[in-house]
């Protein structure tokens, strides 16, 4: 996970989840998604929004061996606790 803070925009970089339990998650902490659930790229929420894309990338020391990595950058007030409650959801893995 890697993470930078900017201001009021945290970004965030995670690799292990895959897209729909990611939406859910925001779901669950209050978010409405941006367009279609199972296309969104974004949610809001009161005082935050988030909005994610994903890549490609190389798993270090393999040759062929390939993770989907989502970059999340959360804008609003209290990021530090909206961060802090996803990635509680997030390292739970799902389970």
Request: no cysteine; aromatic share 8%.
């Amino acid at each position: 996970m890697l993470v930078s803070e900017d201001g009021e925009e945290v970004k965030l970089s995670l690799r292990g989840l895959p897209e729909w339990l990611i939406r859910a998650y925001f779901e669950e902490m209050g978010a409405t998604l941006d367009g279609d659930a199972e296309m969104a790229t974004g949610a809001t929420a009161d005082g935050w929004s988030v909005s994610w894309m994903h890549q490609r990338v190389k798993i270090a020391g393999s040759r062929d061996l390939e993770l989907t990595q989502f970059d999340l950058i959360f804008a609003g007030d209290e990021l530090q606790q909206v961060t802090d409650d996803f990635m509680k959801k997030a390292q739970r893995g799902g389970g």
